[in-house]
């Protein structure tokens, strides 16, 4: 073996070795267990990977590796998200076509990739963009379709000016286009919805049975925003020209039990214009005040908090609970699309109506005692002055009527009888609206008739295909840049043969990632998305691995089309992705998020030339705890490189013969690494290492078997050197096709231990004990030690306690 460690040159070599094998073929055959672990897989931007984005696809390079030495039938490979405004965007700047963009970015990722020494299955690689696998994408849309799940909607929408296009309330940070940061506006635009709402008991019901992160599934159920309480109709009485009753609003509230609190009825401005609209005679006050409200919300965040404003309509509502006629107020706190759009206003329970009756004068009425320091007969003056933190809790009922002293969750039910409400769920997760207004996406397949309507594209003639064209800059007219291709948009119409125009929005990005996984489990069919045979043996995914950001958009979006999937037969699994781990960041050298901006960019192909690839992996994955962000530093780097060295070294020793002194520390690591794999906490699998290393570096002569374990274990993290050094012993075969190392369970334990002696409860001495010895052996031996006979000779021993392996303590 040459002396030298050389890592260009042992890289270089296995790589290319490793692909002319195809040792990462992966094959159903067989009956062994499978374990299907995947990557959220990158969309390949124009500046390459930092050494940032290869975190997480390190350590399911390792978790497969390990998996397959354990004796699984592993799945784990790679493709590329990459329609999408990113890539778009970076073809307009540069004034390259987005396909060639693509295509280029997507080379030098796989490049990249390739030089770190990934086991990825290249033969099964996707490309979202591609059509033969978005034929797919559409024809699940089509599905969709066909089963009332895509609507059309001309609703006002989320629409980004600088973008130029519409989206969804996931596509928002703060109210702000997630993408480019700008103040999102309301616009009315013809938009396809997908209903994710339907599935919103399901998505949240199914969290329970996922090895998830707490913290992702506790974002989920927030974003789904499940919500239980009632609905009732208020009367709407001396409407200008209307005739009293003729007019309802429902309301929503999630305190029935208030109900006899209801001081004033309150709607959004969108609301009040709508109204207007049908007919209400608003005073030219009442109407500015509604225009200049809707232009406020228009440009405000989504989730700031505005001063309180509204204005009395005239209009009056009568409590269903007893009748009082009670004002109706535009307040801009109401949001217009969530519930009904009205609500009805307890101030004396509610912070926000609170704060409104405060100001405008309106009735405060408690209807709840909570405890606390609320007293019957106080005043609502002193009321609303001592109002405090027991506003908003259950308690005991009060000028309430017949359900006065009764408990709130009883009289919840109560109420709703009483005042023929409806018991109500309801959800913040919004419809997703799906199209966007964009070149660089996959075409909606459907057709515009006059005759027949919409119509969706016959499944024979998918995919409808991306057409080539010379401008796919946005237009923002809420027309997608394919509007202007007639020789695309103009087409028969598969029903009746006449004159129609092909729907010209196209899929948002997310589209592509919703079902990818299935995907990948049989690449290149043609027939089906998937084999159902090949489905039923790989899915569901048992181990995902990618970044937090992606816990309300990608995550729930998938999980929606999967339920959809399952839902009409095409999946066998309610769920996709069994168990998920979240990588954390690598920050540049100044604790800075890694960013061309910052200029604190390590690129991974330098740190790969200059110490190899699996000096570059054992660093990453021993930074620190896998979910831990922290900042890259090029000392610690060189304490990995010098790692990786030693184990080179350690070669030099290996020998025929030879034992190991620590047989204990020898057996304990395999165990230790194994459940640490197994775990994800690979900072502690190299930590291991390297206690087993010092222990072996001090030994004369190294048993070639030791040897062999130790480089057998290291090689999911480090596979390049390992299997060098795995040859150099004279084997044939690759390491990383070997079975994964046992240990010996006696031999977990040492056998001897060393205990303290106490006398008195002071220590006067310690003594090395044989394991198996009784407690009276060891008495004997512990009082025959010099140091200890000082203190006991010539006492009685009144008392003896003994810890075994750690103590023994008598009392004279
Ligand atoms: C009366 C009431 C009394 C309420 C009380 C709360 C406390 P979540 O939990 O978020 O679902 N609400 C209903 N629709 C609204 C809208 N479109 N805009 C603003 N607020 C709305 O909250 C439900 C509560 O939020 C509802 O219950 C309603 O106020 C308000 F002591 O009704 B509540
Ligand atoms: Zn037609």
């Not at 005042?419 to 397949?445: H, N």
């Not at 274990?713 to 390049?720: I, M, R, Y």
Request: hydrophobic share 35%; aromatic share 12%.
């Amino acid at each position: 073996m040459a002396q030298e460690y050389n890592h260009l040159s042992i890289e270089k070599k296995w790589r290319e070795k490793w692909a002319k094998e195809k040792i990462y073929k992966t094959t159903e055959l067989g009956d062994k267990p499978k374990a299907y672990i995947l990557d959220m897989f990158p969309y390949p931007s124009g500046v390459g990977l930092h050494v940032g984005h290869p975190k997480g696809y390190i350590a399911t390079d390792i978790y497969s590796r390990f998996k397959h030495m354990n004796g699984f039938n592993v799945l784990h490979p790679m493709g590329w998200d990459a329609f999408g405004l990113p890539a778009e965007e970076y073809a307009i700047k540069n004034k390259i076509h987005p396909r060639v963009a693509v295509e280029q970015n997507i080379k030098r990722y796989k490049e990249q990739l390739e030089i770190l020494g990934f086991n990825y299955d290249w033969e099964r690689e996707i490309d979202t963009t591609d059509p033969k696998y978005y034929k797919w994408t559409q024809w699940i849309f089509l599905q969709m379709f066909k089963d009332g799940l895509a609507f059309e909607s001309h609703e006002p929408i989320n629409w980004c000016p600088s973008c130029k296009t519409g989206l969804a309330n996931e596509d928002l940070e703060g109210g702000k286009c997630e993408r480019c940061g700008s103040i999102v506006e309301k616009r009315p635009i013809r938009q396809w919805v997908l209903k994710i709402t339907d599935y919103a008991e399901d998505l949240l019901a199914d969290l329970k049975d996922l090895a998830w992160p707490e913290s992702i599934k506790e974002s989920q159920r927030n974003w789904i925003g499940k919500s239980e309480g009632a609905e009732f109709d208020f009367e709407l009485v001396d409407i200008p020209g209307q005739p009293d009753g003729k007019h309802k609003v429902k309301v929503f509230t999630t305190r029935p039990d208030t109900l006899f609190g209801a001081t004033f009825v309150a709607i959004s401005a969108a609301r009040a214009k709508l109204w207007l609209d049908i007919g209400w005679k608003a005073s030219e006050e009442i109407k500015k005040f509604i225009e200049k409200t809707l232009a406020k919300e228009a440009v405000r965040a989504l989730n700031e908090v505005p001063e309180k404003e509204g204005m009395f309509t005239g209009i009056y509502a009568k409590n269903p609970a007893n009748r009082e006629k009670i004002p109706v107020w535009i307040a801009n706190y109401v949001l217009s699309d969530y519930g009904s759009g009205v609500i009805m206003a307890v101030p004396a329970h509610d912070e926000r109506d609170f704060e409104f009756a405060k100001k405008f004068s309106i009735e405060i009425r408690p209807v709840v005692l909570s405890g606390g320091s609320v007293q019957i007969g106080w005043t609502m003056e002193k009321y609303a002055e001592e109002w405090n933190d027991h506003y908003a809790k259950n308690g005991k009922l009060w000028n309430s009527g017949e359900f006065t002293g009764m408990e709130s969750e009883e009289a919840k039910k109560e109420i709703i009888k009483f005042a023929k409400g409806k018991e109500k769920i309801q959800y913040k997760l919004k419809d997703w609206v799906f199209s966007r207004q964009r070149y660089w996406g996959e075409p909606i397949p459907l057709i515009h008739c006059k005759k027949c309507g919409v119509v969706p594209v016959p499944e024979k003639d998918l995919p409808v295909e991306l057409p080539d064209v010379k401008y796919y800059e946005p237009t923002g007219t809420g027309e997608s840049p394919l509007a202007n291709i007639s020789e695309w948009v103009n087409v028969k119409c598969p029903k009746c043969g006449g004159e129609a125009k092909r729907e010209t929005n196209t899929m948002p990005q997310w589209a592509g990632s919703c079902w990818y996984y299935l995907r990948y489990m049989d690449p290149k069919n043609d027939k089906a998305l998937v084999d159902p045979k090949k489905e039923k043996h790989w899915a569901p995914v048992d181990m995902y691995v990618g970044g937090t950001e992606h816990a309300t958009r990608h995550l729930i979006y998938a999980r929606f089309w999967h339920k959809f999937l399952y839902k009409i037969g095409a999946v066998s699994t309610k769920e996709p992705f069994i168990a998920l781990r979240n990588q954390g960041l690598i920050m540049g050298t100044d604790g800075r998020k890694m960013s061309k901006r910052f200029g604190n960019v390590v690129n991974p192909d330098d740190i790969v030339a200059q110490f190899g690839a699996d000096t570059m992996r054992v660093y990453e994955m021993f930074m620190g705890p896998f979910e831990a962000s922290i900042s890259w530093s090029t000392d610690n780097l060189v304490g990995s490189r010098r790692f990786v060295e030693r184990v080179w070294n350690l070669a030099q020793k290996v020998s025929k013969e030879g034992t190991v002194s620590d047989e204990t520390l020898f057996n304990r690591t395999v165990k230790q690494v194994t459940e640490d794999i197994e775990n994800f906490r690979f900072n502690t699998v190299i930590s291991d290492m390297m206690i087993l290393l010092n222990s072996l570096e001090k030994e004369e002569k190294i048993p070639q078997a030791i040897f062999e374990t130790f480089i057998t274990l290291l090689s999911p993290v480090a596979p390049h050197i390992t299997e060098e050094l795995w040859q150099a012993l004279g084997y044939q075969t690759s390491i990383h096709l070997q079975p994964w190392p046992t240990f010996d369970v006696a031999k977990l334990v040492s056998e001897t231990a060393t205990i303290a002696v106490q006398v008195n409860g002071k220590i006067r001495g310690e003594c090395t004990v044989s394991n198996t010895a009784t407690e009276d052996e060891i008495k004997t031996q512990a009082l025959s030690l010099e140091s200890v006979k000082k203190w006991t000779e010539g006492k009685e021993i009144k008392k003896t306690i003994f810890i075994k392996g750690k103590l023994i303590s008598f009392v004279v």
